[in-house]
């Protein structure tokens, strides 16, 4: 939306196609503003905006309206809210003002006198110049009406962009954020993992003092209760471990002492493998 807000129509306002009529109501602010002094609506952007869409369009002063109903009622019909209820060509327009001209002429001239004949002269010339401008109206319009067709399809063009752009960085933002909430559920779950496997540590510690415990109670109370059965089987055990010691120990103590036999028992073996092989006694000769 691209425009002057003080002479926008109210279909561009809103962004909806436009033409040769929303010229003319921009025209219309033109010709209130020529007769007045003032643009029919004032404020900031948003109360102008608001103002063209739905107020209907002041008056003129009734001195004024009293002396020329003609021109009154040609800028009720060009500030219309609706296009289909103002002058649908430039045509149209200039008939008007050509028809309100001599009007305006004669009510100047007999007032002339009057304390409102400045106004009446300036209403004159405010018609003269509007009927001229009438004439001049479907070239001018037209160009008008393609420059400004122009300059919206830009207006839209840019418009686009900049919400697709704005498209395009929530999309950014939302990858992010859900980025972010991977990570965070993935630390989440390791969390919890962790606290999962130290619970399990625990239990299993208590587990194993508890079966330890059991072990200890149970082998005092079948001592108790088997005393001699029980040292036997003591001693049984430690003269099994005693004899396996001893065993071991005289194997490392011979293996340690007699190297030289064991190396000769090495090369005894190396001959007789060699004597296996066929050929062998030849290639001893």
């Not at 840019?158 to 999309?171: A, C, H, I, N, P």
């Not at 065993?247 to 073996?269: C, F, I, N, Y």
């Amino acid at each position: 939306m691209l425009g002057t807000p003080q002479y926008m129509s109210p279909e561009q306002i809103l962004g909806r196609p436009v033409d040769v009529r929303s010229d003319l109501y921009s025209l219309g602010v033109i010709f209130f503003e020529l007769l007045t002094g003032r643009c029919p609506f004032a404020g900031n952007l948003a109360t102008f905006l608001e103002q063209h869409v739905t107020l209907p369009a002041p008056d003129l002063p009734a001195p004024l309206a009293a002396q020329e109903p003609r021109l009154a009622e040609i800028l009720r019909t060009l500030l219309a809210k609706a296009p289909e209820n103002r002058f649908q060509t430039a045509k149209e327009l200039a008939d008007a003002l050509e028809e309100a001209a001599p009007q305006s002429s004669r009510a100047s001239a007999v007032h002339a006198v009057s304390p409102t004949s400045r106004l009446g002269a300036l209403v004159q010339r405010t018609g003269g110049f509007l009927w001229g401008l009438g004439r001049r109206a479907p070239s001018s319009l037209g160009k008008l009406a393609s420059s400004t067709s122009a300059v919206a399809s830009s207006g839209v063009a840019r418009v686009r962009k900049y919400f697709d752009r704005l498209e395009r960085d929530r999309r950014r933002r939302a990858l992010a954020r859900s980025a972010d909430r991977q990570v965070a559920r993935t630390v989440v779950a390791v969390r919890q993992a962790g606290r999962q496997t130290v619970k399990s540590w625990r239990k299993l510690t208590v587990s194993a003092r508890e079966g330890w415990a059991r072990g200890v109670d149970y082998g005092r109370a079948q001592w108790q209760l088997h005393p001699r059965r029980s040292k036997l089987a003591v001693a049984s055990i430690a003269g099994l471990v005693v004899i396996a010691l001893v065993v071991l120990m005289t194997r490392s103590s011979q293996d340690v002492g007699h190297p030289e036999d064991s190396a000769r028992s090495d090369r005894a073996d190396g001959v007789r493998s060699q004597q296996a092989k066929p050929g062998g006694s030849k290639s001893r000769r």
